[in-house]
Nanobody, 125 residues
């Protein structure tokens, strides 16, 4: 059964760093673009970053540009979201998602078929 599993969330102070992992199983990882989304309390799910399956090109939401880095390791079927200089507004549940053979409009959650269960990231003052 195909699945994505996030890990690495936790509690960190403002200005700190965290790296989230998204481990894929049961699917051909190098055929999937990976997106990261987050949902803050009382808000809708929003796009954070993505990395294409085809050329590993990346895209970021304006709110995280220059602070977050998305990358992937095909050899172990895992994608990562390195988060630096964390801010209070980065608090939320972070989800990774997989889009099969899709490399455009990766900021659109409808492009994704598989979703992880989410991992909580909490930023404290």
């Amino acid at each position: 059964q195909a699945q994505l599993v996030e890990s690495g969330g936790g509690l960190v102070q403002t200005g700190g760093s965290l790296t989230l992992s998204c481990a894929a199983s049961g699917l051909t990882f190098d055929r999937y673009s990976v997106g990261w989304f987050r949902q803050a309390p009382g808000k809708g799910r929003e796009f954070v970053a993505s990395i294409s399956y085809s050329d590993s090109s990346t895209m970021y939401a304006d709110s995280v540009k220059g602070r977050f880095i998305v990358y992937r390791d095909h050899t172990i079927g895992t994608a990562y979201l390195q988060m630096n200089d964390l801010k209070l507004e980065d608090t939320g549940v972070y989800y990774c998602a997989g889009a099969y053979l899709i490399s455009t409009w990766l900021d659109d959650s409808d492009r994704y078929y598989y979703w992880g269960q989410g991992t909580q990231v909490t930023i404290s003052p």
